[in-house]
């Protein structure tokens, strides 16, 4: 295991070294992700300035969300958003090669496609949420505060989960790796808005399968104190630890029977 | 050399019809966004029926033309041809004896027919089930929004193969591409009615060539604006980036050096 770290931890300044080998075009990929990330705000300012609350949440309320959302989807595409090459992997056969190397594949293509740009959109969700606490008039608990420091790991560790999972179904349909955008840039969507706003097969689909309601929507209503317009049990909003837990497993058995189907694309 | 354009045509179409299962799975993902959209955008109706002019229906209609059109003009962009010159492949491109512009141009209309076959014609599809749609009533409404989408292509060819000559003088200009897919989604206006802007936002996104995209077309389908005007615009900006493209197309080939051989 240690061992295994410290290959890794090489494989991803390796990584980090050759992104940063191209300063100007790196600089303007940071900006591009953090352009992308305002962008999306905008579109909530928009949409606020034509009416005052959405889905029962107001804009500042919304804007916790959206700030709780980007920080962690940034940061899960920043480690595993490379599993969206599996299928180039799979096609030209370099999985093999892969696999052969005794460190565990997702491992290794995680840390050499290792996405840094994606700062841009953390940092730009980071600056929102400061602008979101300072502005707004939270009252503070222990537990508040616990939920609002642990919400940017367990929502990584959510939609990391779901991008693992997502991506195993590239092992069955080799030609199909954007089918996992769906439910992983979807869940970027669905998880910067107040899950309440959506209804019917989707809210059940894209809050509850994939688990994106415990991404920000619960632990936003957690620390604003404030009963959840969907009328579902308050514990939910406490759940997103367990929640991710159970994800990770999942993913991780995606993820185990997608390698053990394959058997190469061969030539 | 009319009959080796309407060939290029034909081998784009056939190019990208040859991978179904990516088309399936492209499909599935505008159509997931394509809901999601809808709900977003309706939450402004919350107090009014009408909202900068929009109805509820003229929305989600907003919303599933705008999902259907992605990849028929590539909102995003794409780096084919960038490859190409990054490789050096573009040598054997130039010695052909087509017109590279007009050649590439050729290739993405065919990409585009077979795009405007599936990925744009299920989405709607899709719309037309679960959502009340304002589609064009008349003849010359539906001809003017043909219309519309055969220049909304040429305006975003237009603007990837003037962003993928900058291979010819960046080595790495990825970068360049990300910030232009970074902020075409808003100008475009893919994510939001142009229209629900504030007045200043909207006379600057206009005076862009994003809107002649995607909200132009939506907009002559909807009914919304003179359907003259916007055809209007969208010619203007696709003769003028298609000049730009010539232009810069000649000062590349200049810097252009060859090895070997």
């Known amino acids: ?267 | 050399m009319l009959a080796c354009y309407l060939r290029l045509i034909r081998a784009g179409f056939r190019r990208y019809s040859t991978y179904r299962q990516a088309m399936v799975a492209g499909l599935a993902t505008n159509v997931v966004f394509g809901f999601m959209r809808c709900a977003v955008l309706l939450t402004v109706f919350a107090g009014s029926a009408q909202v900068a002019g929009y109805d509820p229906s003229r929305t989600v209609t907003f919303a599933w033309i705008g999902q259907g059109l992605i990849a028929v003009v590539l909102i995003w962009g794409n780096t084919d041809f960038g490859e190409r010159v990054r490789s050096g492949d573009v040598a054997v491109d130039l010695l052909r004896p087509v017109d590279l512009q007009a050649a590439l141009l050729a290739e993405d209309l065919g990409r585009a027919s077979f795009a405007l076959l599936t990925r744009f014609t299920f989405p709607l599809l899709i719309g037309l089930a679960f959502f009340d749609l304002t589609l064009p009533g008349s003849a010359l409404r539906w001809t003017a929004f043909g219309l519309s989408v055969l220049l909304a292509i040429l305006v975003s060819f237009a603007i990837r193969f003037l962003l993928n000559l900058v291979a010819f003088w960046l080595l790495d200009w990825r970068g360049l591409l990300s910030l232009h897919g970074a902020i075409s989604t808003v100008l475009a206006g893919l994510a939001i009615p142009i229209a629900f802007f504030p007045g200043w936002a909207r006379v600057a996104i206009w005076a862009t060539p994003f809107p002649a995209i995607i909200q132009a077309p939506i907009d002559i389908a909807i009914g919304r604006g003179s359907a003259l005007l916007l055809l209007t615009h969208q010619l203007t900006w696709a003769v003028a980036l298609l000049a730009a493209g010539r232009l810069v197309l000649g000062r590349a080939i200049r810097t252009l050096v060859i090895q070997g051989g």
Not at chain 1, 149 to 168: E, K
């Open chain 1, 1 to 267: 295991m240690g061992e295994h770290f410290t290959v890794y931890r090489s494989l991803l300044a390796a990584s980090v070294r050759s992104q940063l080998a191209y300063p100007a075009s790196f600089t303007l990929q940071c900006a591009a992700q953090a352009l992308l990330q305002l962008q999306n705000m905008v579109v909530i300012l928009v949409l606020f300035s034509r009416v005052g609350e959405m889905g029962g949440f107001t804009r500042q309320e919304a804007l916790l969300i959206f700030s709780l959302a980007g920080i962690s989807f940034g940061l899960a595409d920043m480690l595993v958003g490379s599993l969206d090459q599996l299928g180039r992997l799979v096609r030209t056969g370099t999985l093999d090669a892969l696999l052969l190397r005794p460190l565990p594949a997702m491992t290794q293509i995680c840390a050499t496609d290792f996405a840094l740009r994606r700062v841009g959109t953390v940092g730009t969700a980071l600056a929102v949420l400061g602008y979101v606490l300072a502005t707004s008039d939270i009252s503070w608990t222990p537990l508040r505060v616990a939920v609002l420091l642990i919400t940017p790991l367990t929502g990584l560790v959510l939609l990391g989960a779901v991008w693992v999972a997502a991506s195993a179904t590239t092992f069955w349909l080799v030609e199909g790796q954007e089918l996992p955008n769906a439910v992983t840039y979807g869940s970027g969507l669905f998880t910067s808005y107040p899950v309440s706003i959506f209804s019917g097969w989707l809210l059940r689909l894209m809050a509850f399968v994939v688990p994106g309601a415990f991404v920000a929507y619960y632990p936003a209503l957690a620390i604003l104190g404030k009963p959840d317009p969907l009328g579902l049990p308050p514990v939910l909003q406490y759940s997103a630890p367990l929640v991710a837990v159970l994800a990770a497993g999942v993913a991780a058995l995606a993820w185990r029977a997608g390698l053990r189907h394959y058997v190469g694309t061969g030539s």
